[in-house]
């Protein structure tokens, strides 16, 4: 069983960046593909980016590709979400996500457990 809390989120003017934080625990957090979804008011949970169990590899929605890094820190089981040249469409609340995994998965449903969620509200 792995339990997910995120942090970082907040109020940020357009343009600017925040760097959102998941902390994990629960055993084998290194074996854990990793991913950040969000949801927006009024709008379905879409996939944000995710990073592979080794850190090696990442895959980003074309949204905020160029925009966006996943990070990971293993020895701190903590991956991390780089948000950089935030838009107003980015506002949402921030979700991340782990599954047990050799590759990167992109869908919800593949994902096991969730957070609760941070909030990223991005003014004009």
């Known amino acids: 069983q792995v339990q997910l809390v995120e942090s970082g989120g907040g109020l940020v003017q357009a343009g600017g960046s925040l760097r959102l934080s998941c902390t994990a625990s629960g055993p084998s957090f290194n074996r854990y593909a990793l991913a950040w979804f969000r949801q927006a008011p009024g709008k379905e949970r879409e996939f944000v980016g995710a990073?592979?169990?080794?850190?090696?590899?990442?895959e980003y929605h074309d949204s905020v590709k160029g925009r966006f890094t996943i990070s990971r820190d293993n020895a701190k089981n903590t991956v991390y979400l780089q948000m950089n040249s935030l838009k107003p469409e980015d506002t949402a609340d921030y979700y991340c996500a782990a599954r047990m995994s050799f590759v990167i998965p992109v869908q919800i449903y593949e994902y096991e457990y969730w957070g609760q969620g941070t909030q990223v509200t991005v003014s004009s």
């Open positions: 990073i592979s169990w080794t850190g090696g590899s990442a």
